[in-house]
């Protein structure tokens, strides 16, 4: 019998052991290219650079493709797929269709570093360079990156569509969805100022303008000259698609969005929301009075987010539109929002 009891132990504590788990993914590093690309980052603020001059709203669409992108499984560029007959990506959710544009940019930088350095910086990695860029191209700070990770091998619109905020949020809704990825709400309120720059459309305020709450009247923590100006702008029943700036120096980088949030004149209501909650007001008027901090601040909510990771199996995308081969795998429909590696 004590022998049989040897013989079946090592079956039981095979039963007892955990299923098994991805992998950890590799840590991310700074210069991860240096050897197989060492032109990597000069590549990638070249091309940004020539898109902004032609286009400058391009800035601040693709810096914003870093949050779109890592709040959704990681950042693993699975936000630049399109759509396949047996998958819905994530650029026709409801956030990013109405918020994104400037793909073509990653497209030019994907091209310029195929040719350099066939296959071997990854989709995701651009978003993350490019991004930082942007930022600092307009005015912003520049830091150094972390690179070193891989391509999704499918994306998710319903993911997208249940994870990412609307114009509408408040600052509440935004503090609890930041704080599943163990970003601060000093995180959330220096990442807001992401909308230092770019525009927004008149189908995110105009419910502000009209019909606050369904109470048929405007938010009253508009600062009324500036309601004025955003009624000329986005009269009830016009275009929804007219575009507005977010702040006053929508091409520059700098604290004038906490600024303008202050003086009760945020474009979006999750913007306003920042300085009217009690819990973030504090930064609002923290970064309104010192750019300084605020960039340091950013810079750091930057790299956090840069390293939300998923730990599945990637790829380096040729085309960052298509998976290698050009069938994504099946669409995965558990999402685990704690399970990213920071």
Same mark, same amino acid.
């Given at each position: 019998?004590?022998?049989?009891?040897? #013989?079946?132990?090592?079956?039981?504590?095979?039963?007892?052991?955990?299923?098994?788990?991805?992998?950890?993914?590799?840590?991310?590093?700074?210069?991860? !290219?240096?050897?197989?690309?060492?032109?990597?980052?000069?590549? &990638?603020?070249?091309?940004?650079?020539?898109?902004?001059?032609?286009?400058?709203?391009?800035?601040?669409?693709?810096? /914003?493709?870093?949050?779109? %992108?890592?709040?959704?499984?990681?950042?693993?560029?699975?936000?630049?797929?399109?759509?396949?007959? $047996?998958? #819905?990506?994530?650029?026709?959710?409801?956030?990013?269709?109405?918020?994104?544009?400037?793909?073509?940019?990653?497209?030019?930088?994907?091209?310029?570093?195929?040719?350099?350095?066939?296959?071997?910086?990854?989709?995701? %990695?651009?978003?993350?360079?490019?991004?930082?860029?942007?930022?600092?191209?307009?005015?912003?700070?520049?830091?150094? &990156?972390?690179?070193?990770?891989?391509?999704?091998?499918?994306?998710?619109?319903?993911?997208?569509?249940?994870?990412?905020?609307?114009? /509408?949020?408040?600052?509440?809704?935004?503090?609890?969805?930041?704080?599943?990825?163990?970003?601060?709400?000093?995180? #959330? &309120?220096?990442?807001?100022?992401?909308?230092?720059?770019?525009?927004? /459309?008149?189908?995110?305020?105009?419910? /502000?303008?009209?019909?606050?709450?369904?109470?048929?009247?405007? %938010?009253?923590?508009?600062?009324?000259?500036?309601?004025?100006?955003?009624?000329?702008?986005?009269?009830?029943?016009?275009?929804? $698609?007219?575009?507005?700036?977010? %702040?006053?120096?929508?091409?520059?980088?700098?604290?004038?969005?906490? *600024?303008?949030?202050? $003086?009760?004149?945020?474009?979006?209501?999750?913007?306003?929301?920042?300085?009217? !909650?009690?819990?973030?007001?504090?930064?609002?008027?923290?970064?309104?009075?010192?750019?300084?901090?605020?960039?340091?601040?950013?810079?750091?909510?930057?790299? *956090?987010?840069?390293?939300?990771?998923?730990?599945?199996?990637?790829?380096?995308?040729?085309?960052?539109?298509?998976?290698?081969?050009?069938?994504?795998?099946?669409?995965?429909?558990?999402?685990?929002?704690?399970?990213?590696?920071?």
């Amino acid at each position: 019998m004590r022998l049989l009891l040897l #013989l079946l132990l090592p079956l039981v504590f095979t039963f007892l052991l955990p299923a098994a788990v991805p992998a950890a993914a590799p840590p991310l590093q700074p210069g991860y !290219y240096a050897k197989t690309c060492p032109n990597a980052e000069l590549i &990638v603020r070249k091309v940004m650079k020539k898109a902004m001059i032609r286009e400058p709203r391009s800035g601040a669409s693709v810096m /914003r493709f870093q949050f779109h %992108d890592c709040f959704v499984n990681g950042c693993d560029g699975s936000m630049l797929l399109d759509d396949t007959p $047996n998958m #819905l990506g994530e650029k026709l959710s409801l956030s990013n269709i109405n918020s994104l544009r400037s793909y073509e940019v990653v497209d030019e930088i994907k091209e310029a570093l195929e040719t350099a350095c066939p296959q071997t910086v990854s989709c995701a %990695d651009i978003i993350i360079m490019a991004s930082r860029y942007a930022v600092a191209l307009s005015g912003g700070p520049n830091w150094e &990156v972390k690179l070193g990770r891989k391509d999704s091998l499918f994306a998710s619109q319903a993911d997208a569509d249940d994870i990412m905020p609307s114009p /509408r949020a408040n600052a509440s809704t935004l503090i609890n969805l930041f704080a599943k990825y163990d970003l601060s709400v000093k995180d #959330l &309120v220096a990442l807001s100022g992401s909308h230092s720059i770019g525009n927004g /459309r008149c189908f995110s305020v105009v419910f /502000r303008l009209y019909n606050q709450s369904g109470t048929g009247r405007p %938010d009253p923590t508009i600062e009324p000259k500036y309601r004025q100006k955003l009624e000329k702008l986005c009269p009830l029943g016009g275009d929804g $698609n007219v575009t507005g700036d977010l %702040d006053f120096t929508p091409h520059l980088f700098d604290n004038q969005y906490f *600024k303008d949030l202050v $003086n009760g004149r945020g474009f979006l209501n999750s913007d306003e929301t920042l300085y009217t !909650y009690w819990k973030t007001r504090e930064y609002v008027k923290r970064y309104s009075e010192d750019e300084e901090e605020f960039f340091k601040d950013f810079v750091e909510g930057m790299i *956090k987010m840069g390293d939300l990771q998923s730990g599945r199996p990637g790829e380096i995308r040729k085309n960052c539109r298509v998976v290698n081969g050009g069938q994504p795998v099946a669409e995965v429909r558990e999402r685990k929002v704690l399970s990213y590696y920071m």
